[in-house]
Protein backbone atom coordinates (compact mmCIF):
# COMPACT_ATOMS: atom_id res chain seq x y z
CA UNK A 1 0.00 0.00 0.00
CA UNK A 2 1.37 3.67 -0.94
CA UNK A 3 0.76 7.17 -2.20
CA UNK A 4 0.44 7.30 -5.41
CA UNK A 5 2.79 8.75 -7.99
CA UNK A 6 1.84 12.43 -9.05
CA UNK A 7 0.79 11.77 -12.45
CA UNK A 8 -1.09 8.00 -11.48
CA UNK A 9 -4.84 7.69 -11.63
CA UNK A 10 -7.23 7.71 -8.09
CA UNK A 11 -9.24 5.09 -9.57
CA UNK A 12 -8.35 2.17 -7.25
CA UNK A 13 -9.55 4.46 -3.89
CA UNK A 14 -12.88 5.14 -6.15
CA UNK A 15 -15.90 5.01 -4.02
CA UNK A 16 -19.61 5.63 -3.53
CA UNK A 17 -20.16 8.28 -1.30
CA UNK A 18 -23.39 8.48 1.88
CA UNK A 19 -24.38 11.57 1.71
CA UNK A 20 -26.41 11.03 5.22
CA UNK A 21 -23.15 9.66 6.92
CA UNK A 22 -21.01 12.72 5.76
CA UNK A 23 -23.80 14.96 6.92
CA UNK A 24 -23.61 13.66 10.66
CA UNK A 25 -21.20 15.91 11.46
CA UNK A 26 -21.74 19.05 8.73
CA UNK A 27 -21.21 21.60 11.37
CA UNK A 28 -17.51 19.94 11.94
CA UNK A 29 -17.07 19.99 8.43
CA UNK A 30 -18.10 23.16 7.46
CA UNK A 31 -16.28 25.68 9.66
CA UNK A 32 -13.32 25.28 7.59
CA UNK A 33 -15.42 27.06 4.48
CA UNK A 34 -15.93 29.88 6.26
CA UNK A 35 -12.60 30.32 7.83
CA UNK A 36 -11.40 29.20 4.36
CA UNK A 37 -13.48 32.30 2.61
CA UNK A 38 -12.84 34.41 5.25
CA UNK A 39 -9.40 34.89 3.49
CA UNK A 40 -10.50 35.70 0.34
CA UNK A 41 -9.63 39.15 -0.82
CA UNK A 42 -13.23 40.85 -1.18
CA UNK A 43 -14.32 41.78 -4.55
CA UNK A 44 -17.49 41.87 -6.57
CA UNK A 45 -18.19 38.06 -8.01
CA UNK A 46 -20.32 37.39 -10.50
CA UNK A 47 -19.62 33.97 -11.50
CA UNK A 48 -18.81 30.91 -8.83
CA UNK A 49 -18.30 27.73 -8.48
CA UNK A 50 -18.08 25.33 -5.59
CA UNK A 51 -16.00 21.84 -7.02
CA UNK A 52 -16.76 18.68 -4.95
CA UNK A 53 -19.79 20.51 -3.47
CA UNK A 54 -20.89 16.96 -1.33
CA UNK A 55 -24.59 17.84 0.41
CA UNK A 56 -24.23 21.01 -0.47
CA UNK A 57 -23.04 22.79 2.36
CA UNK A 58 -19.69 24.30 0.98
CA UNK A 59 -22.53 25.99 -1.75
CA UNK A 60 -24.90 27.56 1.07
CA UNK A 61 -21.69 28.97 2.76
CA UNK A 62 -20.50 30.36 -0.58
CA UNK A 63 -23.82 31.87 -1.28
CA UNK A 64 -24.05 33.53 1.53
CA UNK A 65 -20.45 35.19 0.64
CA UNK A 66 -21.49 36.19 -2.70
CA UNK A 67 -25.49 36.16 -2.39
CA UNK A 68 -25.46 38.38 -6.56
CA UNK A 69 -23.37 35.51 -8.07
CA UNK A 70 -24.69 32.52 -10.42
CA UNK A 71 -22.93 30.04 -8.27
CA UNK A 72 -22.04 26.37 -9.89
CA UNK A 73 -21.99 23.53 -7.46
CA UNK A 74 -20.69 20.40 -9.03
CA UNK A 75 -19.62 16.70 -7.98
CA UNK A 76 -19.42 13.12 -9.21
CA UNK A 77 -21.62 11.09 -6.66
CA UNK A 78 -25.14 10.61 -7.27
CA UNK A 79 -26.31 10.37 -3.68
CA UNK A 80 -24.59 13.63 -2.72
CA UNK A 81 -25.88 15.37 -5.63
CA UNK A 82 -29.28 14.20 -4.59
CA UNK A 83 -28.59 15.85 -1.45
CA UNK A 84 -27.51 18.93 -2.41
CA UNK A 85 -30.67 19.24 -4.93
CA UNK A 86 -32.70 19.11 -1.75
CA UNK A 87 -30.79 22.00 -0.15
CA UNK A 88 -31.55 23.32 -3.55
CA UNK A 89 -34.79 23.07 -3.65
CA UNK A 90 -35.07 24.39 0.78
CA UNK A 91 -32.72 27.34 0.92
CA UNK A 92 -29.95 27.37 -2.43
CA UNK A 93 -32.64 27.57 -5.13
CA UNK A 94 -30.75 29.63 -7.43
CA UNK A 95 -27.45 27.54 -7.78
CA UNK A 96 -26.84 25.74 -10.80
CA UNK A 97 -26.02 21.74 -10.21
CA UNK A 98 -23.69 19.82 -12.26
CA UNK A 99 -22.81 15.97 -12.08
CA UNK A 100 -19.17 15.94 -13.18
CA UNK A 101 -15.70 14.97 -12.74
CA UNK A 102 -13.23 17.79 -11.23
CA UNK A 103 -10.33 16.26 -13.46
CA UNK A 104 -12.10 17.01 -16.73
CA UNK A 105 -14.03 20.52 -15.71
CA UNK A 106 -13.27 24.19 -17.14
CA UNK A 107 -15.41 26.79 -16.46
CA UNK A 108 -17.53 28.39 -19.22
CA UNK A 109 -17.02 31.34 -18.20
CA UNK A 110 -13.90 32.86 -16.60
CA UNK A 111 -14.58 32.18 -12.26
CA UNK A 112 -14.40 35.30 -9.81
CA UNK A 113 -14.08 32.65 -7.12
CA UNK A 114 -13.18 28.67 -7.12
CA UNK A 115 -14.23 27.36 -3.72
CA UNK A 116 -12.93 23.49 -3.22
CA UNK A 117 -13.62 22.29 0.31
CA UNK A 118 -12.51 18.88 1.29
CA UNK A 119 -12.71 17.59 -2.14
CA UNK A 120 -9.53 17.95 -3.97
CA UNK A 121 -7.45 15.24 -1.82
CA UNK A 122 -9.56 12.66 -4.31
CA UNK A 123 -8.28 14.08 -7.43
CA UNK A 124 -4.85 12.99 -8.94
CA UNK A 125 -2.12 14.95 -9.78
CA UNK A 126 -1.96 18.64 -8.48
CA UNK A 127 0.72 19.58 -10.31
CA UNK A 128 -1.42 20.22 -13.41
CA UNK A 129 -5.08 20.69 -11.60
CA UNK A 130 -4.29 23.35 -9.61
CA UNK A 131 -2.53 25.55 -12.41
CA UNK A 132 -5.56 24.55 -14.67
CA UNK A 133 -7.79 25.95 -11.85
CA UNK A 134 -5.93 29.32 -11.81
CA UNK A 135 -6.44 28.98 -15.35
CA UNK A 136 -10.28 28.68 -15.12
CA UNK A 137 -10.28 32.52 -12.61
CA UNK A 138 -10.81 36.17 -14.40
CA UNK A 139 -8.12 38.85 -13.10
CA UNK A 140 -8.25 39.33 -9.33
CA UNK A 141 -9.96 36.27 -8.67
CA UNK A 142 -9.29 33.35 -6.01
CA UNK A 143 -9.51 29.77 -5.83
CA UNK A 144 -9.97 29.08 -2.61
CA UNK A 145 -9.23 25.04 -1.46
CA UNK A 146 -8.82 23.56 1.37
CA UNK A 147 -7.88 20.06 1.82
CA UNK A 148 -7.12 17.49 5.31
CA UNK A 149 -3.81 17.19 6.20
CA UNK A 150 -3.64 14.42 8.56
CA UNK A 151 -3.11 10.90 6.66
CA UNK A 152 -0.10 11.05 9.61
CA UNK A 153 -2.65 11.04 12.44
CA UNK A 154 -3.49 7.45 14.44
CA UNK A 155 -7.21 7.78 13.04
CA UNK A 156 -5.23 7.09 8.95
CA UNK A 157 -2.36 4.73 10.09
CA UNK A 158 -4.50 2.33 11.84
CA UNK A 159 -6.55 2.29 8.48
CA UNK A 160 -3.73 1.40 6.76
CA UNK A 161 -2.30 -1.10 9.73
CA UNK A 162 -5.40 -2.86 9.53
CA UNK A 163 -6.03 -3.07 5.62
CA UNK A 164 -1.97 -4.41 5.84
CA UNK A 165 -2.64 -6.91 8.74
CA UNK A 166 -5.99 -8.36 8.47
CA UNK A 167 -7.06 -11.52 6.38
CA UNK A 168 -8.12 -8.88 3.57
CA UNK A 169 -4.31 -7.76 3.14
CA UNK A 170 -4.11 -9.19 -0.63
CA UNK A 171 -7.12 -6.88 -0.97
CA UNK A 172 -5.29 -4.07 -0.57
CA UNK A 173 -1.80 -5.10 -2.32
CA UNK A 174 -2.50 -2.28 -5.38
CA UNK A 175 -4.39 0.14 -2.81
CA UNK A 176 -2.76 3.74 -3.04
CA UNK A 177 -4.37 7.21 -2.14
CA UNK A 178 -3.25 10.14 -4.07
CA UNK A 179 -0.39 12.02 -3.26
CA UNK A 180 -0.52 14.76 -0.78
CA UNK A 181 2.02 17.82 -0.58
CA UNK A 182 2.91 20.54 2.01
CA UNK A 183 2.72 23.87 1.96
CA UNK A 184 6.03 24.59 0.33
CA UNK A 185 4.50 22.68 -2.90
CA UNK A 186 1.38 24.69 -3.40
CA UNK A 187 3.40 28.17 -2.70
CA UNK A 188 5.96 27.12 -5.52
CA UNK A 189 3.39 25.76 -7.87
CA UNK A 190 0.98 28.83 -7.59
CA UNK A 191 3.16 31.65 -7.07
CA UNK A 192 4.53 31.82 -10.65
CA UNK A 193 0.57 32.42 -11.69
CA UNK A 194 -0.59 34.80 -8.99
CA UNK A 195 -0.63 38.56 -7.72
CA UNK A 196 -0.84 36.34 -4.14
CA UNK A 197 -0.47 32.75 -2.88
CA UNK A 198 -1.49 32.16 0.61
CA UNK A 199 -0.56 28.92 2.73
CA UNK A 200 -1.56 28.00 5.83
CA UNK A 201 -2.24 24.64 8.30
CA UNK A 202 -5.02 24.74 11.28
CA UNK A 203 -5.56 21.81 13.49
CA UNK A 204 -8.70 21.59 14.49
CA UNK A 205 -10.15 19.63 17.69
CA UNK A 206 -13.32 18.39 17.32
CA UNK A 207 -15.23 17.29 20.56
CA UNK A 208 -16.72 14.07 19.59
CA UNK A 209 -19.61 12.41 21.29
CA UNK A 210 -19.77 8.61 21.85
CA UNK A 211 -16.31 8.05 22.66
CA UNK A 212 -13.94 6.40 19.70
CA UNK A 213 -17.38 4.92 18.53
CA UNK A 214 -17.91 8.55 17.06
CA UNK A 215 -14.69 8.26 15.56
CA UNK A 216 -15.31 5.50 13.69
CA UNK A 217 -18.55 6.67 13.01
CA UNK A 218 -17.01 10.52 11.20
CA UNK A 219 -14.23 8.18 9.25
CA UNK A 220 -17.45 5.81 7.94
CA UNK A 221 -18.43 9.48 6.57
CA UNK A 222 -14.96 9.62 4.54
CA UNK A 223 -11.48 7.73 4.78
CA UNK A 224 -13.00 4.21 5.66
CA UNK A 225 -15.07 4.27 2.53
CA UNK A 226 -12.14 3.53 0.14
CA UNK A 227 -11.16 0.51 2.58
CA UNK A 228 -14.82 -0.67 3.53
CA UNK A 229 -15.98 -0.73 -0.39
CA UNK A 230 -12.92 -3.66 -1.10
CA UNK A 231 -14.44 -6.32 1.29
CA UNK A 232 -17.54 -8.26 1.71
CA UNK A 233 -19.85 -7.15 4.50
CA UNK A 234 -18.57 -9.88 6.99
CA UNK A 235 -15.03 -8.81 6.86
CA UNK A 236 -16.44 -5.09 6.93
CA UNK A 237 -17.77 -5.61 10.40
CA UNK A 238 -14.49 -7.40 11.63
CA UNK A 239 -12.53 -4.33 10.11
CA UNK A 240 -15.28 -1.90 11.96
CA UNK A 241 -14.56 -3.90 14.95
CA UNK A 242 -10.57 -3.71 15.05
CA UNK A 243 -10.65 -0.13 13.58
CA UNK A 244 -13.11 0.88 17.06
CA UNK A 245 -10.40 -0.99 18.94
CA UNK A 246 -7.67 1.10 17.83
CA UNK A 247 -9.76 4.07 17.98
CA UNK A 248 -10.44 3.30 21.71
CA UNK A 249 -6.53 3.35 22.16
CA UNK A 250 -5.26 6.01 20.44
CA UNK A 251 -8.59 9.02 21.72
CA UNK A 252 -8.59 8.63 25.44
CA UNK A 253 -12.46 10.47 26.30
CA UNK A 254 -11.81 14.25 27.68
CA UNK A 255 -13.49 14.14 31.07
CA UNK A 256 -16.77 15.17 29.80
CA UNK A 257 -16.94 11.54 28.12
CA UNK A 258 -16.83 12.62 24.69
CA UNK A 259 -13.59 12.58 22.13
CA UNK A 260 -11.01 15.36 21.16
CA UNK A 261 -10.38 14.68 17.75
CA UNK A 262 -7.44 16.24 16.27
CA UNK A 263 -7.73 17.45 12.70
CA UNK A 264 -5.24 19.02 10.95
CA UNK A 265 -6.05 20.72 7.67
CA UNK A 266 -4.21 22.90 4.74
CA UNK A 267 -5.93 25.69 3.53
CA UNK A 268 -4.90 27.94 0.10
CA UNK A 269 -5.72 30.91 -1.75
CA UNK A 270 -4.27 31.71 -4.81
CA UNK A 271 -5.38 35.15 -6.23
CA UNK A 272 -4.70 35.75 -9.97
C1 LIG B 1 -15.52 15.30 1.75
S1 LIG B 1 -16.75 15.77 0.61
C2 LIG B 1 -16.74 17.53 0.72
C3 LIG B 1 -18.12 18.10 0.57
C4 LIG B 1 -18.25 19.61 0.80
N1 LIG B 1 -17.49 20.37 -0.19
C5 LIG B 1 -17.85 20.07 2.17
O1 LIG B 1 -17.28 21.15 2.28
O2 LIG B 1 -18.11 19.39 3.17
C6 LIG B 1 -15.90 15.48 -0.90
C7 LIG B 1 -16.80 15.60 -2.12
O3 LIG B 1 -15.96 15.64 -3.28
C8 LIG B 1 -16.57 14.87 -4.28
N2 LIG B 1 -15.53 14.43 -5.21
C9 LIG B 1 -14.44 13.68 -4.96
N3 LIG B 1 -13.72 13.47 -6.07
C10 LIG B 1 -14.39 14.13 -7.06
C11 LIG B 1 -14.16 14.30 -8.45
N4 LIG B 1 -13.07 13.77 -9.03
N5 LIG B 1 -15.04 15.02 -9.17
C12 LIG B 1 -16.15 15.55 -8.58
N6 LIG B 1 -16.42 15.43 -7.27
C13 LIG B 1 -15.55 14.73 -6.51
C14 LIG B 1 -17.20 13.70 -3.56
O4 LIG B 1 -18.22 13.09 -4.34
C15 LIG B 1 -17.71 14.39 -2.31
O5 LIG B 1 -19.03 14.82 -2.46
Excluded at 248 to 259: E, I, R
Aim: hydrophobic share 40%; charged share 20%; with cysteine.
Amino acid sequence: MAYAGGHRSSENVAMSWSATQYSLFEDERTRPVRDLLGAVPPRPVRHATDLGCGPGNSTEVLLQRCPDAQVTALDSDPDMIEKARERKRLCIPRVHMVTADIAGWSAPEPQDLILANASLQWVPDHGRLYPHLVRQLSEGASLAVQTPDNLEEPAHTALREIACRGPWAAKFEDFQLPPRHGTAFYYDLLSPLCARVEVWRTTYHHPLADGAEGVVQWFKGSALRPYLSRLQPHEQDDFLQMYLQAMQGAYPPASDGKVLLPFPRLFVVATR
